[in-house]
């Protein structure tokens, strides 16, 4: 309910997709030897990189860019909470990557499915929590 903790919740997933090739008997261990970093700013597993939430990846960059806007100009921008500050937003993307979760149709979400595959809906939301969060923001 939480949302993914890392990759953690990954490869406990009892429905994992390895799990069906090579049960296991637990479900805090993976089916196989797993190679982990130590070191570096990556998020990878066996090279591969995990998301570390529920959002489309084309996503990603918007996502990393208004964290970084908040990370550095946080006092001028969550201004305690205060959202009056910020009149517009304006995210410039790629195709496909707008065709994928630009789409105008899909600014009000409906579904899990639907709001992860929304630029606005993804961006808004980071925003809102930030908003929300102000004060353990520093």
């Keep these: 309910m939480n949302g993914f903790i890392g990759a953690k919740?990954?490869?406990?997933n009892p429905e994992a997709i390895w799990r069906f090739?090579?049960?296991?008997?637990?479900?805090?261990h993976a089916p196989f030897n797993l190679v982990l970093s130590n070191s570096g700013s990556d998020f990878a597993v066996m090279n591969m990189?995990?998301?570390?939430?529920?959002?489309?990846?084309?996503?990603?960059?918007?996502?990393?860019?208004?964290?970084?806007?908040?990370s550095n100009n946080y006092e001028d921008i969550?201004?305690?909470?205060?959202?009056?500050?910020?009149?517009?937003?304006?995210i410039t993307s790629y195709e496909?990557?707008?065709?994928?979760?630009?789409?105008p149709a899909k600014k009000n979400p409906t579904t899990r499915q639907s709001a992860d595959h929304s630029m606005a809906y993804i961006i808004s939301s980071l925003l809102r929590k930030a908003f929300e969060k102000h004060e353990n923001i520093s």
Aim: hydrophobic letters at 35%.
């Design 78 to 90: 969550l201004d305690n909470g205060n959202t009056d500050n910020i009149e517009k937003i304006k």
């Design 9 to 12: 919740d990954i490869f406990r």
């Design 21 to 28: 090739f090579e049960p296991t008997q637990d479900h805090q």
């Design 96 to 103: 496909p990557a707008y065709g994928i979760i630009g789409d």
């Design 49 to 70: 990189h995990f998301k570390l939430g529920l959002y489309e990846h084309q996503s990603a960059g918007a996502i990393d860019g208004l964290i970084n806007l908040i």
